[in-house]
């Protein structure tokens, strides 16, 4: 099932995609709001995105999303109502722009990543049943 969605997001996808971008992973998540500020040491890494802190507010605000890892950056779709990747483009950021804040596997595996000047960032959430897609999306970003 995992690798029709993957397929499906990498087509939704390749109309944006630059000459030579390939897809590497997407996967869906629950996508929430997160302030890194606490941190600290994590943020002092991080690579600063003007304006991110506005992306992450508004990457927040449709929670089910497919979010799709290429060489070169992040992109954020929707998720439709049956579950698959939507058509409209939520945001993308840059990939040197992410940095990968927290990663907790478990029964709900949860991925901060940071990309904001004030340190800001989303919080991906999935269920048990998609771990090895959160392991995958953290692999690719590292």
């Given at each position: 099932?995992?690798?029709k ?25 629950a ?10 040491a ?5 690579a ?26 992040l ?26 804040a ?7 595996s949860?991925v901060?990543?940071a990309?904001?000047?004030a ?5 991906l ?5 998609d ?11 590292q």
């Open positions: 099932m995992q690798q969605l993957e397929t499906r997001a990498f087509e939704r996808v390749a109309s944006i995609m630059q000459p030579g971008e390939q897809p590497i992973t997407a996967t869906r998540a996508v929430g709001k997160f302030s890194s500020t606490r941190l600290g994590v943020v002092g890494q991080a600063l995105l003007e304006g991110a802190g506005a992306l992450g507010a508004a990457l927040a605000t449709t929670r089910k999303q497919f979010v799709v890892v290429t060489d070169r950056r992109i954020f779709l929707p998720q439709t109502f049956l579950g698959g990747p939507g058509d409209k483009v939520l945001g993308e950021v840059p990939r040197d722009q992410v940095t990968v927290e990663v907790k596997m478990g029964m709900v949860l901060r990543l990309f904001g000047a340190g800001q960032g989303v919080a959430t999935f269920p048990r049943t771990r090895k897609n959160a392991e995958a999306l953290v692999a690719a970003l």
